[in-house]
Structure formats: structure tokens, C-alpha cells
């Protein structure tokens, strides 16, 4: 079976003009003016697939649009226009039912949190599938790319991980959480923050970024692609709740924080001389920042433990064809 990468390589992938960047990062770049480009995304949420079909519809019109911000996090650009395309089963239309107030309320809450503006769309009736497409700003050659990691960098991760591959679990009744962790995961999965301060101010301290929709293994191997990089992390090292650490087995949470998904959080690579302005960054922002490893020369991706043993990964990351 192909994997979406290989589909997206094969039938989609084509040149493009010079001043675009096109398929491969987390967003497209055309140029606006002499001094700004346009950063360019699309997410869609699919019924059964991306989300339980009775969520909330305050926390989906939320998310629909979270995961939107996170690819312009990602780039270090600055949201500022969206396009909602929207396929409604009839059952959620009707003047009685308040889905689609509930939906919207959600969707503008965030969306006004950041001066988004919703400027088009399309409405159909059919199984229901969210589309979101987001336009942000950023000054000329300024976008955080994933093709840009360079040898000696640390990496370094934003938030915890795991959080929302927990809740799914717990949702798929898996494990049980306890009350106040499935809370606290429930709310990583359906409403995520994206990085979206984070990102603009890291245009001048990191050289590469992605956020991490597919788990971070699959997440940081775009990365090391892009760039013709290799790197070493350590497991141990990746940021994850006091309760993962605590009450989980290691296998279960190798898979939450390597492969599990829906994190939305940024992995980026900077310099080593940036470390102090990235930490008091971190501390501004009120964001935990948390350095897992290095890029190396070569192509592979090395996990290891804090005693430097290996560690290999069965399922590497979401794959909409494979998983
Ligand atoms: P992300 O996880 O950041 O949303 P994806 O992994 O979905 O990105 O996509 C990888 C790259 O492929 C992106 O640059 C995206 O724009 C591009 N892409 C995905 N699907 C298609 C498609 N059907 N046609 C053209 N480009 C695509
Ligand atoms: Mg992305």
C-alpha cells in the first residue's frame, strides 16, 4: 500500500516557479510584495477518522482551525486569513439543533484570539468533513523551512508530547485514565495550542522547524529529509507529563511520545550559540522548551535511552494509508 507521502510524490508533486515553494514543508510560499510572502495551508478533519463523530462540536470548529495555526507556527508566519469548507450531514443543519452555533462559536473564539479573519468558503451536505485553509504573512525569506537543519544543532521540542495519543487510548478504552489526566489529555487532543507566538519568534534563532501532527519520529524525519541530516535523540529526554513517566509502561510510552500524533507541538533545530535566547524565549512565552538532541552529518534517524541504548520503533507515525 502506498504510503499519503508516496500518493503526494507520485500524482501531485510538480515544479513550480522559482519564487514558490511548493509541496514539502508545512506550508507553500508565494512572494505578496517586495517584502512579505504568503504562507499557505490546508488541514482537513474527516468524521470517524481525524475525530469521534459525537465530539464536541465547540472543541471541533476549535481544532479545525488549532491545526491550521500549527502549520503557520511551523513556518514562523503570522495567521491572518482562513477558508472554511465545510460537508454537513443533514441531521446537524437543522434550525433546532445548535451543532453548527456551537461549531462556529469554537472556530471564532480562536480565530479572533488571533486576528484570523474567515474570508470564503463552501457549504455541501454529505458526511461530515472540516477543511480549513489558512493564509499567514511573513517577511521575504524569513520562513522556517524544514530543509534548513544544519549539522551541530540542537533539537528542540515545544510543550509535552503523548498527551493526546493518551487520550485516544482512553478513548478507544485502551487504558483508563484517571479523571483529572483524561481532562488534561482530552483537552491536548481536541483543543491544542498551537505555536503560533512561538513560531514568529523563532525566525531569527532556529534554522528549521515542523510541527509535529504524526508523532515526532515520522515529524523530525521530514525534517532530517529535507535537509540530507541524520540525528540522535534521546527518549528520556522527550517532555511528556510526570503521570506518562510515572504509571505507564516504557513501550507504551515510546509509542505516545515517538509515533503518537495530534501533538501540534513545534520540533525545531537551532544553533548551539541560541540556546540562553531560546531558554529565555521559552520562559517570555511561558512555553516549556526542552532540547532532546542533536543533528548529525548522514541520513538516519538514532533513538537512544539516557543509558545510550538503542531504540527501535515498530510504527513510526501516523500514516492515513498504512496506520
Ligand atoms: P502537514 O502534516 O504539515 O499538514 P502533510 O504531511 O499533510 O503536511 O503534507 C506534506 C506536504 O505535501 C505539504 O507540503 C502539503 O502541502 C503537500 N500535500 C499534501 N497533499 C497534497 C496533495 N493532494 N496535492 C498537493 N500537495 C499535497
Ligand atoms: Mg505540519
Not at 28 to 40: P, R
Not at 214 to 224: E, F, P, R
Not at 281 to 302: D, F, H, P
Request: glycine share 8%; charged share 20%; with cysteine.
Amino acid at each position: 500500500m502506498p504510503s499519503e507521502f508516496d500518493i503526494i510524490e507520485r500524482f501531485f508533486k510538480k515544479s513550480v516557479p522559482n519564487e514558490i515553494v511548493g509541496i514539502g514543508d508545512d506550508a507553500a510560499i508565494i512572494l505578496a510584495s517586495q517584502t512579505i510572502e504568503f504562507a499557505i495551508s490546508t488541514d482537513t478533519l474527516v468524521s470517524g477518522k481525524h475525530f469521534f463523530p459525537d465530539t464536541d462540536p465547540y472543541q471541533l470548529g476549535f481544532k479545525s482551525l488549532a491545526v491550521n495555526l500549527s502549520d503557520m507556527a511551523a513556518m514562523g508566519a503570522k495567521p491572518r486569513w482562513s477558508l472554511l469548507a465545510l460537508t454537513l450531514p443533514k441531521n446537524l443543519t437543522g434550525n433546532d439543533n445548535p451543532w453548527l452555533s456551537n461549531f462556529s462559536k469554537g472556530f471564532f473564539d480562536l480565530a479572533n484570539s488571533y486576528q484570523v479573519a474567515l474570508i470564503g468558503g463552501d457549504t455541501t451536505s454529505g458526511p461530515l468533513n472540516i477543511n480549513v485553509q489558512i493564509i499567514g504573512e511573513i517577511k521575504r525569506g524569513k520562513a522556517l523551512r524544514r530543509n534548513n537543519a544544519q549539522a551541530d544543532d540542537d533539537i528542540w521540542i515545544s510543550g509535552q508530547l503523548g498527551n493526546a495519543a493518551l487520550a485516544l487510548r482512553h478513548e478507544r478504552q485502551h487504558i483508563i485514565l484517571p479523571l483529572e489526566e483524561k481532562t488534561r489529555c482530552l483537552t491536548a487532543l481536541l483543543m491544542p495550542s498551537a505555536r503560533v507566538e512561538l513560531g514568529q519568534r523563532l525566525v531569527d534563532l532556529a534554522h528549521s522547524a515542523i510541527d509535529i501532527s504524526d508523532g515526532l519520529a515520522a515529524d523530525l524525519s521530514h525534517i532530517l529529509k529535507a535537509s540530507e541530516k541524520a540525528a540522535c535523540i534521546n527518549i528520556d529526554d522527550v517532555p511528556c507529563s510526570p503521570f506518562v513517566k510515572e504509571n505507564l509502561s516504557q513501550p507504551l510510552i515510546r509509542q505516545c511520545l515517538l509515533a503518537g500524533g495530534d501533538d501540534y507541538e513545534l520540533c525545531f533545530t537551532a544553533p548551539e550559540e541560541n540556546r540562553n535566547a531560546i531558554a529565555s524565549l521559552g520562559i517570555e512565552l511561558n512555553v516549556s522548551l526542552t532540547r532532546i538532541g542533536k543533528i548529525l552529518t548522514g541520513n538516519q534517524l538514532i533513538i537512544e535511552d539516557s543509558q545510550g541504548r538503542s531504540i527501535s520503533l515498530d510504527n513510526k507515525g501516523y500514516d492515513h494509508f498504512i496506520s
